[in-house]
């Protein structure tokens, strides 16, 4: 009898639809993806987590996917979308000050991005001085290369400086 209980509730169980995954889970899935460089992956689940109700209605969760999925767009060479959904979150993410500042940074790296994508070398350094201006230690180094590259032909020392600020930082 108790056998006969036994594969009853495990035939239950296994017939069971596992529970939906948390937005929490989902939207820590999502940052997953695109810390580990999967945008495809992470655009798609940044998507999925637009079209919930409780992120519609929280402004700070809202921000937070809407410059991230741009960061991946943007990497993925959709540049226009890619800046777009980084502008609208962008406001957001920036008056909450430190708990973003990385968020923000490379927001600003990404508009960078795609301002060398269109060969607009002055706003893409305005983009990278601003992500620069949001990143300390290490973190600064790429920022500072892609301002290097923007600024390297301008004549005035800028893109070599970056360079070798980079260097000192790659060499601590």
Known sequence: MTAAVAILLAAQTAGATPPA???????DAANEAQA??????????????EQE???????LASAAIA????ICLVADTTADAGEASI???????????????????????ALGDVATMRFDY?????EY???????????????????????MFDGDGAGVAAAGEALRLALD
């Open 21 to 27: 995954a948390t937005l929490q889970a989902r939207f």
């Open 36 to 49: 580990n460089l999967k945008c495809a992956e992470a655009i798609r689940l940044y998507t999925a987590l």
């Open 53 to 59: 109700p409780k992120i519609r209605g929280n402004a």
């Open 67 to 70: 410059v991230r999925k741009g």
């Open 87 to 109: 502008r609208r979150g962008l406001p957001t993410l920036e008056a909450k000050g430190a708990e973003f500042e990385m968020d923000v940074a490379r927001a600003y790296r």
């Open 122 to 126: 002055p706003a893409a350094a305005r």
């Open 129 to 151: 001085r601003r992500a620069v201006d949001r990143s300390t230690g290490g973190s600064r180094a790429g920022h500072l290369l892609a301002l290097s590259r923007a600024t």
